[in-house]
């Protein structure tokens, strides 16, 4: 039997949020060392007239959601016991309206998924490992366990779309562009039907291309397409997974070497939709003078981008120069003397200064006064360029891009200040979806 395996990394959206979601503006995505994992296998084909596709999460007190495939398309896929599960479900729709295979030679398929600990709060959970791999293990269902917000929705779709197609396109390569670009189209069209709504797809470019300074693509590209259950839903998605432009950005990116991401924890959890349509309620009651404050967040959003972007190259021309740099950040003395990092600090003051404008307008907790006193304070430690409340913002976590040398659990851990604060055991990792080795996945213990 033959078995394969992928991962696709989680995100933490660093400046661009709420911008993101028109296509004029562009955001700076890092993707993170959590992934999510999909192992897939097909049994020989038995003379039946449909297959069963089962998707296993046994870290969730053994989930698992059954589709049956029969009949012809326009396939509509269900859940032979009734259990929901929106993302899988959709993924299971889209790849066999795409791929519309021959259900009564088909065999059936299992997909077993992991995420990395990362993606769920520790809870009461129980570390298994092997020598390979080490995952969290909860006694609930997986809706009921908390999320810390790095995408595991997106890192599911990218991971079942990878494993699934692998099962129908066997020379599949993860490792090519025009691959990736069908595994992106596919995981978009599946991620926004499941969420019943077309989002900025931030999460699954991540999910698929790594690290990537990103812009998004036509929304109408996705609404446009007809019903699932058409006669035309096939003949469409085919058409707009391998035939349309979708003229986004996805250009990869990089944090400069010997600066790293950290992530903390802080717990309490914001509804990022609630969030998103309160600040486009404001928005339209506050025009043209929202647009005045979006052009200048944008102008922060480059600006920062732009001085990420001179880090690198510096640290390529002048290694000395740079290391010096990196020194004086990493002892917090007289570091704002360098252009380069007060440039970056400036921006996101620029961003986070609009932020609170926006949240104390809209009443949508953007950068709250917790999350303001959080970051000054992160500001004051040794070793910290700059910080944000990623993504949407609100009270989850924040985002702080620091030296590698820099030990911040150490220099939080008997300050008050930052008694809310768990720092997670996560880094950047520039790395999309990429090949496991599917023997990695058992006899955890
Ligand atoms: N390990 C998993 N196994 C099965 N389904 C999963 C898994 N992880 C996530 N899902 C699916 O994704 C849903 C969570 O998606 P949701 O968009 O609410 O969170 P998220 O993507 O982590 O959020 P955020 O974008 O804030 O990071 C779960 O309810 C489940 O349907
Ligand atoms: C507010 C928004 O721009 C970012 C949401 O980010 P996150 O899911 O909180 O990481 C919405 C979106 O891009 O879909």
């Not at 070497?257 to 924890?265: A, E, N, Q």
């Not at 990196?326 to 600090?345: C, V």
Request: with cysteine; charged share 20%; hydrophobic share 35%.
């Amino acid at each position: 039997m033959v078995k394969k395996a992928f991962s696709a990394p989680g995100k933490a959206l660093l400046v661009g949020g709420y911008l993101v979601l028109d296509p004029q503006y562009r955001s700076y995505v890092v993707a993170l060392s959590s992934r999510m994992h999909a192992v897939v296998s097909q049994a020989a084909p038995c003379d039946k007239k449909g297959f069963k596709i089962t998707i296993k999460s046994s870290q969730f007190n053994n989930d698992e959601w059954n589709y049956m495939v029969e009949g012809e398309a326009p396939f509509v896929v269900r859940e032979l016991d009734g259990r929901k599960n929106p993302f899988a479900e959709k993924v299971v729709e889209v790849i066999m309206n795409y791929c519309q295979p021959a259900p009564n030679r088909m065999g059936d398929i299992l997909v077993e998924i992991y995420s990395d600990p990362g993606y769920h709060s520790v809870g009461t959970s129980i570390l298994k490992r092997n020598s390979y791999k080490e995952f969290r293990f909860h006694d609930e269902t997986i809706t009921k366990v908390p999320k810390t917000g790095l995408g595991s929705s997106a890192g599911l779709v990218t991971v079942l779309v990878s494993a699934l197609l692998s099962i129908f396109k066997p020379n599949l390569d993860v490792g090519a562009e025009e691959d990736l670009v069908t595994i992106h189209n596919l995981s978009q069209v599946a991620h926004c039907q499941a969420q019943g709504k077309v989002g900025s797809g931030f999460d699954v470019a991540a999910a698929v291309f790594g690290s990537v300074m990103y812009q998004r693509f036509d929304p109408e590209l996705i609404n446009k397409l007809p019903a699932a259950d058409s006669l035309h839903y096939g003949q469409a998605l085919r058409q707009l997974i391998d035939e349309t432009d979708w003229k986004f950005m996805h250009e990869n990116i990089t944090l400069p070497p010997g600066l790293r991401l950290i992530m903390g924890d802080v717990n309490n959890g914001s509804e990022t939709t609630k969030l998103v349509a309160k600040v486009k309620t404001w928005y339209q009651q506050n025009i043209p003078r929202s647009l005045e404050i979006y052009q200048k967040i944008n102008q922060g959003n480059v600006s920062f981008i732009e001085g990420i972007g001179k880090l690198v190259s510096l640290s390529k021309e002048s290694p000395s120069e740079y290391s010096s740099m990196l020194e004086s950040l990493n002892s917090g003395t007289d570091f704002e003397s360098y252009d380069i990092f007060r440039q970056i600090r400036q921006a996101v003051e620029q961003i986070r200064s609009k932020f609170r404008l926006i949240t104390n307008e809209s009443g949508a907790d953007i950068e709250p006064l917790v999350q303001t006193q959080l970051l000054d304070q992160s500001l004051n430690l040794k070793g910290v360029l700059t910080g944000v409340v990623p993504g949407a913002g609100g009270f989850d976590a924040i985002s702080l891009i620091v030296t590698e040398k820099s030990d911040i659990p150490s220099q939080t851990q008997n300050d008050s200040n930052f008694s809310s604060v768990t720092w997670l055991n996560l880094r950047q990792q520039n790395m999309g979806v990429k090949d496991e080795v599917p023997e990695h996945y058992a006899n955890f213990t």
